[in-house]
């Protein structure tokens, strides 16, 4: 059981190492010359849907008034307790658990200025108990009057200190 355990956490660690990184058709286009510098730029000015690791999948409007980031993250962990063969009371136990899940949407409306985000737990929903965990994590709009001048409005962090400012992702 052990080695299953940790040959199975090796392929997670290779998975996560092995980087997403496939060219476009007009990268490739533009690499063989078979298009111009202008034209690349022309045919890759607008995306529609696009995805970025790290970030999500991205959908923006053809006059680029409206976009909508869709990503999320979870945060697994296995544990293997392993007790002594002269345990005769106990046996060994495996467990997966997902200790943090969080599906985020956030972009922007009508204009740049006009920002959005939606951060929440998908286990409320699943599980119908919020007491066990607190569901909507952060949800905000913000408007930008200029870069030192901000309106924003809804359930954020107090940011406190810097810690506040961290996401659980980069910890």
């Given at each position: 059981m052990k080695k299953r355990g940790m040959a199975l956490g090796l392929l997670l660690i290779m998975a996560q190492a092995g980087g997403l990184s496939a060219k476009t058709l007009e990268d490739v286009l533009k690499e063989k010359?078979?298009?111009t510098e202008e034209d690349y730029k022309e045919v890759t000015k607008y995306k529609p849907f696009n995805y970025q690791l790290g970030k999500g999948f991205t959908f923006t409007s053809q006059d680029e008034k409206f976009q909508l980031t869709l990503g999320g993250r979870v945060q697994f962990r296995y544990t293997y307790t392993d007790f002594d063969l002269n345990?005769?009371?106990?046996?060994?136990?495996s467990v997966w658990d997902a200790k943090r899940i969080r599906l985020i949407a956030q972009g922007y409306a009508f204009s740049k200025d006009l920002t959005y985000k939606l951060e929440f737990d998908p286990r409320v929903l699943a599980t119908g108990s919020p007491g066990n965990s607190k569901g909507l994590i952060e949800t905000y709009i913000n408007y930008r009057l200029i870069d030192e001048?901000?309106?924003?409005a809804g359930q954020m962090k107090t940011p406190f200190a810097r810690q506040e400012y961290t996401p659980d992702s980069a910890l």
């Open positions: 010359g078979v298009i345990s005769s009371t106990r046996s060994d136990t001048v901000q309106l924003r």
